[in-house]
């Protein structure tokens, strides 16, 4: 089987260890969605003790076709509002959840 032959669907980059994996997955993000053979999209994850790292992104760090999700759950242990998240960082209920509803439909997970 040649690189040709598997089919490229989404990515998920899951940040959880620190904030400045959040900085690291943006970036790393950036270089993947430019090859149309790693992915047809990315899901950057953001959890645990990498959830501060949400406060500092902007729409102008998200390269097309990539997605920032918070995990509601790590933001009420951090004491970080909806409020206080940009507008370009999708909230959803549990991180864990999504990536596990992710998985479930063929993307492929990194843990960074």
Known sequence: MSA????????ILHAS?????????????GEIIRDPACASEIHIVVNHSA???ILDV???QIPQGVTVHACATAMRGHRI???DVPACVDVVPSGIV???????????YIRL
Do not use: H, T, Y
Not at 4 to 11: A, I, R, S, T
Not at 17 to 29: F, K, M, N, Y
Not at 98 to 108: K, L, M, P, V
């Open 17 to 29: 260890d620190s904030p400045e994996d959040v900085r690291r997955a943006l970036r790393l993000s």
């Open 4 to 11: 040709d032959d598997v089919e490229v669907g989404p990515l």
């Open 51 to 53: 959830i501060p790292g």
């Open 58 to 60: 902007s729409q102008s």
């Open 81 to 83: 509002g909806r409020q």
């Open 98 to 108: 999504f990536i596990a509803q992710q998985q479930s439909g063929d993307a492929w």
